[in-house]
């Protein structure tokens, strides 16, 4: 870990562990994933480490609209975003997405940490995920079959920061 993951550890690691308190949830998992999702802390706008869709249902002070990359089966899902800016076919047969979407927007880092958490129980595609909440591992491939992100190895990517976060006081 370089010392930009290290600062970032210690300084969301109370929201992560309150999270785990509240929830169950591993804190492992929780700080893994703010910190793939946020680049360690260097994309955070509106306080907004998990990359959380927002609904459309949303409040309009709840939500920005932010450049992401996202991979799809097909080159033709337009509609699904509000704004394309490329579309790319990838060596895997897949396409790469730059698009513009809608994201959640917080007050602050605890009320991200919060509704991310509570983001999993009101989502009934987690419902196998919740079952291992606990084990940071299996709740990292089960979110990622579960469709949190597009990114083909998610859970990988989520496991192996999982263990490098372990090895730090």
Not at 27 to 35: E, N, R, T, V
Not at 54 to 64: D, G, H, I, Y
């Amino acid at each position: 870990m370089n010392q930009t993951q290290i600062e970032f550890i210690k300084k969301y690691k109370h929201f992560a562990l309150d999270t785990e308190i509240k929830t169950g949830i591993s804190a492992l998992f929780i700080l893994a994933q703010a910190g793939l999702e946020s680049g360690w802390g260097k994309s955070v706008p509106g306080n907004m480490f998990f990359g959380v869709k927002a609904l459309k249902s949303t409040p309009k002070e709840k939500k920005q609209l932010l450049r992401t990359t996202e991979v799809l089966t097909t080159p033709n899902e337009n509609s699904k975003f509000p704004e394309v800016i490329s579309i790319t076919k990838r060596t895997d047969g897949k396409y790469l997405y730059i698009v513009r979407d809608w994201f959640m927007k917080y007050d602050s880092p605890e009320e991200c940490f919060t509704d991310h958490a509570n983001f999993f129980f009101r989502n009934k595609r987690y419902a196998k995920a919740l079952e291992v909440k606990a084990n940071p591992y299996k709740f990292a491939e089960e979110v990622a079959k579960a469709g949190y992100a597009t990114a083909p190895n998610y859970a990988e990517s989520l496991k192996e920061l999982i263990k490098e976060i372990e090895k730090v006081k």
